[in-house]
Nanobody, 123 residues
Framework: VPLQASGGGLVQAGGSLRLSCAASGRTFSNYAVGWFRQAPGKEREFAAAISWNGRSTYIGASVKGRFTISRDNAKNTVYLQMNDLKPEDTAVYYC?????????????????WGQGTQVTVSS
């Protein structure tokens, strides 16, 4: 499933961004989707995940209370709303889907990945 992440950019601390993950050419409305991020020199970190129907969501500890995940299956898109951004949120953000529909926190379980979008938060 080709995935395209977009919406990254440069923002000041305290600002907001909304990332989008879209599937082109194929629906992923039956799959769980996760967002991960990776800063230079660090391991890929779980940010959020959502079940295929949007009824179950999971948010990583480091972003809880600031990030939310949602999806619009009619638009074949999953969103990551990021509020109150901090410099430590600076990373490349990736979306991925799990064809077994398990909205988990480990990168290894996901089957398809997008190319990533850069988020940079200035202090």
């Amino acid at each position: 499933v080709p995935l395209q992440a977009s919406g990254g950019g440069l923002v000041q601390a305290g600002g907001s961004l909304r990332l989008s993950c879209a599937a082109s050419g194929r629906t992923f409305s039956n799959y769980a989707v996760g967002w991960f991020r990776q800063a230079p020199g660090k391991e890929r970190e779980f940010a959020a995940a959502i079940s295929w129907n949007g009824r179950s969501t999971y948010i990583g500890a480091s972003v809880k209370g600031r990030f939310t995940i949602s999806r619009d299956n009619a638009k074949n898109t999953v969103y990551l709303q990021m509020n109150d951004l901090k410099p430590e949120d600076t990373a490349v953000y990736y979306c991925a889907c799990d064809i077994h529909n398990i909205p988990g926190m480990t990168p290894q379980q996901y089957d398809f990945w997008g190319q990533g979008t850069q988020v940079t938060v200035s202090s």
